[in-house]
């Protein structure tokens, strides 16, 4: 039986070290000197950067984003450069054969804190080629708009069947229909340099050099 | 009471009980894969092994065995105690059990945990037993070590069809033959069998059979591992998505105890599990047991609809009540109550017959179906029982001898009536509170959509007159509401009304429920006859 | 020409500057703030608005914006809440854009003009002392003030329209119906009110100086002696402090304070009647920078540009001396009346996106026990300084001089070189600390560090 908390919890004084106060002196009370000492840094920068405009100096705001002076983007002619890890919208990686590697685990919706992963398993048919995949996505839906980002998906997914490498980041739709991603859409994304399969081929169980599903076929 | 002592706690133990079932009767777990207790003991996976120390006329028998000293560099002659599987050790009174504090043990279970997972795909993530696996569980609680053997596994069988309902994987299986012992002692069809030895053996069907018969699923619940799964429920859903909730099946007037799987997020059911139950059901549950949860998504009526046939139309529930109560205060009412609602729906429309002033009642039930002496009775409802307790002092008729009534009041959709009864039940008016569509939703002038059992609290009174209280798994679909709750509302509307609002009211105005079992036969003049073949 | 034709004509050309100016800088002053600001914040602010002539397009650095905004604000819905006042709704913008206008009317914009002695020689000069000649005849032309009108309490009316903008925020404030509105009404009016004290005892300094109420005649004061700055410094400060509260924009802006009340009393008001708000308040910068031009900053003179030319002088030594034409002079002054207060506009908006607002509380006690008696103090001590002044030799009379014309050239030294450095900064080319670079240096530093630790421990 817990025992209720009331009345019993003994409340400390809060301890800590006093913050020191801080102390100005007369001319900083006064104020006028400091507003011109803050007019001095804003002035400076309104004319630094005004000339270098006018003179078309202005630091490289593609390649230097972090420099002194201007370094806005012109966004739709100039772009951000993405740094390689970049998380952009996802994709789905293929096998050879052009079906998906994803066998349905659900291990990204499960891992997928905004719940935006929505999937359906089914089995291939008997006599399929691809019957030893055993398991694949009837149905793999991405909701682009609840979906954060955060990767996770692609961490938990043991078989490197989802990818966020397409370098694209989320994209502007007129309606929400737009944003959810079906299975179809989601297996026609590139990488960024333009691949679709993954990274790490590995032996299918059609493939040749695969040892086969059946005990005769084994090994041993 | 005899007692031992396993990790310095006294277990107490019954005469001819094994280590592992005076400990499990405990509530303590001494890992195992090939003992259940309801089957007899093989003590093949060899998990269970524990450290008995010696007894007084019982010789220890010591093993010499090699030990690896980090400090010399080398193997060096060490003795070990023989272990021995506690699923099939008897207990003696003063027995000293090591399991959890012995270092032989862990080193052991260890061993057995890396041999059994040998060969494993260790594909857990298309595996539908992941979650609740018990390899998984082991590796980490016991062996927690990556695999060692760089080999190609093992490769067999995967997919293989054992029949309508199960499919086989022998890559994941590690031949425990529960599935085996299970087919022979309990189904009574030793229609499974072990073949080849090592790494090599796997579960095979007998020639020219099929895995068939009543009680083909539970061999996937009594399976320990992935190897065998239930085509009802193979890749429908992840366990760690499923909530659990206790119920009771409405198959049968066995009432077996089950545990009721459901989606929170989505409210389906995706399947039911065995509740152990010594009294009623032990562990098993049969086949179409199993397969009720189809009734919670299928055939449901969802919305409160009004008309026949084609003229019906669908409606808000107030306006069905609205549409019931006026069509019931035309008079003549005849009330029927079903044999598949819980207790509690059926005295909820007993207490509204009462205050209408009707003098007798009718049931809507199933017919009988093919009972066994394992689990399945013949009686295919699961509350006549119930039905007649909410009934009480008024008389309770079979639904074939109504006639004559202008209005019929019924709970329940599904029931078997032959087709004279659909013929004159189709001349009155009729009200329906149902949950499924079955016959007596066809003709209905209203509908009124109730919960699923599955998705209200509940009491079905087994043919033991054991009442077993059954919990809500997920919240009532559409626009359905608990049965009493839609008739206590219909009572309102009628001006009528009979005091409940609350589950709990229900339940209080209905007294205490019976929980000793009752094994003698229901007394004869009770059970109303069912209807004629 | 008649001469009633000529005052006539005069008063036009006068409104016509006036308004004209006040209208259209305060137009130009919403693109230069946002440009303005953009450039004090490192950004490059509005550049994109462009229009097609001859196929190609055309920005004109983003002067287009404003243009683009008028056209917005005269398509957009004119919203008048449901349970608002409408027409005290209706009345408020105007109350709000009207008074700032007509303010311009007692600024002098330039000297005044004797059209009598450009009757017969456009290129005529006059005489540095004495105004022009009465018109003594029918047929004589009279002088033409620098003013639309010359009236002799020219500062208390100022004063009296400056009040008037209380009442257009705070009925704007009432008639929304809206609580933040309301807030932002009251708001508004108790600063305008605290600090049009301030504001008005501030310049009590200043006239006591001057010797006069007129507003030409102190800027001639200016003219003759040297500028206000210099002999009511405090009075300045304190002047330009209450003259930007009264604008009510940062650090003074609690009245819209966008983070507290949403937008104060605007939060009701779209369309037109919010652009009129808007002009209106940019207007009011460009009079308070005239005001201020006019008492502090030596109104339409340029140091050493007398009525006859330009005469440079020490003191009772006169260096140098170039007679200029009448109309010549005038149209100086003219221009650098106008420059002056577009950059003290432009100091303004400065003074705005530097300072942070102010919480309420530090505001009204800015206004009441910072302000105001330092506003009382600058009184007495001018007062015991004139006195001073009166009783002392004409030795002391003749230092003073010698002061006030050094300080002219000071200032002109400052309105010649300020001009030449930004010219001269122009062709130097512009250098920033590429963030780049620097991680790239200290990364090769910290190398060679690692090498030489390495080298020293191998030894």
Known sequence: MPQPLVGKIQYDRVKGTPVARPRRTALEQAYVVEVVKGLGVTMRHFFKNTKSMFRGERPDAVKDPLSEGITTLAYPEQKKVYPPRFRGVHRLTLRNDGSPRCVACLCCSTACPAQCIYIEAGEYPDGDNRRGYERYPVKFVIDELRCIFCGYCVEACPCDAIRMDTGRHAVPYDSREQFIYGKAMLMSLESADGKQLAENPRHEPPDPTHPGIDRLKGAH | MPSIKLDGQDIPFEKGDTIIRAAARQGIEIPHYCWHPGLSVAANCRMCLVEIDPMQNRRQIVLDVLQWDAAKGDYVPGK????????QAECIEGMVVKSDTSPHVALARKNVQEFLLL???????????AGECKLQDYWLSDQKTAKRMRDEVVHKPKAVEFGDTIVYDAERCIVCTRCVRFMEEVAKDPVLDKRERGNLGEIVLAQGRKLEGHYTMMTDHVCPVGALTTKDFRFKARVWFLRKAQTVCPGCATGCN??????????EVPRLRPRDNEAVNKYWMCDDGILTHRRVNEDRVLHGYLGRGTKRERVNPGQALTAAAKLIKGGNVAIVLSAQHSTEDNFALAQLGRALGVSELYLSRLKDWDGDDILRDNDHNPNVRG?????????????????????VLALGGIADVDDETVLALAEAKIVTIASNHGPLTLNADVLLPAASWAETHGTFVNRQALEQEFHAGARPSGESLPGWDIVSRLARTLGQAIGFTRY???RAAMGPRNTTPNAAPPPADAAPPAPAE | MSPVLVSILGSAIKIAIAVGFSLNLGGLLTWLERRQMAMMQDRIGPHRADIKLGGKKFTFAGLLHPAADAVKFFFKEDFVPPNADKLLHSLAPMLALFPPLVLMGVVP???TVCPESLRNNLWHEIPRFGTCAMASTAKQLGPISGQVVDINVGILYVFALAGMGIVGATIAGWSSDNKFSLLGGLRAASQLVSYEVAMGISIVGAMMVYGSLRLDEMARWQGENTWGIWVQPLGFILFLTAAIAETKRTPFDLPEGESEIVAGYLVEYSGFKFAMFYTGEYIEIVISSALVT??????????????????????DDILWHKGLPHLVVILLQLGTFLGKVTVLCWAQIFIRWTLPRFRYDQLMKLGWRMLLP???????????ALLAFDRSSPATHDTFQVIGDALNWVVLAGMVFFPLWLVWGMFTPSSFISRRNELRGRRSAAAAAAVATEEASAH
């Open chain 2, 258 to 267: 089950a545990w009721l799987d459901y989606d929170p997020r989505t409210g």
């Open chain 2, 387 to 407: 039905a007649q307790q909410a009934a009480g002092d008024l008389k309770l008729r079979p639904l074939s001898e109504l006639s004559g009534a202008k209005v």
């Open chain 3, 294 to 315: 006019a008492l502090y900053l030596g109104g339409y003179n340029i140091p050493f540009l007398h009525r006859d030319g330009i005469t440079l002088s020490l003191g």
């Open chain 3, 109 to 111: 914009m330039f000297d």
């Open chain 2, 119 to 129: 060969n494993h795909p260790v594909d857990c993530p298309i595996c539908d037993q």
């Open chain 3, 374 to 384: 330092a506003c009382l103090v600058n009184v007495f001590l001018t007062g015991i």
């Open chain 2, 504 to 506: 709990a009211d229900v």
């Open chain 2, 80 to 87: 070990k105690p023989k272990l021995e599987p506690a699923c």
